[in-house]
């Protein structure tokens, strides 16, 4: 048993020190392994401590919340008994389970979810109690709750504690529990299984959109250089309409998101957008009854239609952002002017940068 902690003591150090995150896909299938540490809870004898166990899975990902999960699983768990002196008996149970999960906060680094499920068992007595039972095939209820830790592109360290209760009260060699059968109720014996796993993830669909708004976030950040976005700014945008334009308080007309900005012909968020999101989403909380018209605009290279259809991307890209960070998207209308009102020079890549750009605009 401590060195089973010891062993989850260095994993969950190993995972917390990295510095890669898990690219999310709709629809995978991963494989999974590891070690398991069983224990009686309802049930008619003294448990030991030198319990194991041991799993092995394959895991259907069906959304970003739902998945299915086959398992393959041995546990051997010991108990004492007085008969009148104090004797030993060990449980053997071989399972195979279909259980579904649901992850709460599935495009986090961090993900909890829960477990339910049912499966059959083989359960084979050494020693038991009760002489005249025998091995038995019957089937189980499985309850659980896990955490999902990503500690690389395709690895997942999985901690779980799941409550297992079975039909009958013969689990642990004799006839009888000492509780209500857990989860089921009714005199059933039921065990706890507490788990530490990997889980690699050996295809992928396509990448998921649901987490496409954390595209570019990553403990690799790269240092926003906010000094060389100003001189951008003052250097493209003339003088006698950077007050107009580019201002702090969003109760002016026009508010430019400055260094909200995309690469050439994208429409993805690049990392130094996310602070400049992160602060229009507070001012617009904390401004419940401001409306705004998301503005996308391009650069000049491409076709007038195309521009168009890329600037509403662009715009709608930042509306998605919002909405998910809890502005109601009542609140939010998309619009494209494409290369029409560009406020920097087109001739130059820093214009043009510039150029790729969101504006909100105040309705109310």
Partial sequence: MKKLFTLMAVVLFLAFSSNTFA??????????????????????TTPKEDNLGGFLAIQRNFTEHFSARFEGRFNH????????????GNTNIISGNFDMLYYFVPCEAVSPYLT???????????????????????????FGLGIDWKI??????????????????????????????????????????????????????EPSKYCQLYDGISADVPEIDYERI?????????????????????????????GVNFD??????RSESYPVLFHAVQVLLQNPD???????????????????????????????????????????????????QPIADNKTADGRAINRRVEFKVLN
């Fill in 116 to 142: 339910a499920g049912f499966g059959g068992i083989y359960y084979m007595h050494d020693n038991p109690p009760n002489a005249t039972l025998d091995d038995e095939l019957d089937w189980q209820f499985n």
């Fill in 290 to 340: 401001m409306r705004v018209e998301i503005q996308g605009h391009t650069d000049n290279i491409g076709s007038d239609d195309y521009n168009m259809k890329l600037g509403e991307r662009r715009a709608k890209t930042v509306k998605d952002y919002l909405v998910a960070r809890g502005i109601s998207a009542d609140r939010l209308s998309v619009r494209s002017f494409g290369e029409s």
């Fill in 23 to 44: 690219q999310l896909a709709k629809d995978s299938w991963g494989f999974g392994f590891g070690f398991s540490y069983p224990r009686f809870i309802e049930h008619n």
């Fill in 264 to 269: 050439f012909n994208k429409a993805t968020l």
């Fill in 77 to 88: 768990l010991s108990y004492n008994w007085y008969d009148p002196r104090e004797r030993e």
């Fill in 152 to 205: 690389g592109e395709n690895w997942s360290l999985t901690t779980e504690a799941t409550h297992h209760t079975a039909p009958n009260s013969r689990l642990d060699g004799q006839f009888g529990t000492s509780g209500a059968g857990g989860f089921v109720g009714g005199p059933y014996d039921a065990y706890m299984t507490f788990n530490l796993g990997l889980m690699y993830t050996f295809s992928k669909g």
């Fill in 230 to 258: 100003e001189n951008i700014v003052k250097k493209h945008i003339p003088k006698e309409v950077v007050k107009e334009v580019v201002v702090e308080k969003p109760m002016d007309q026009k508010w430019i998101l400055v």
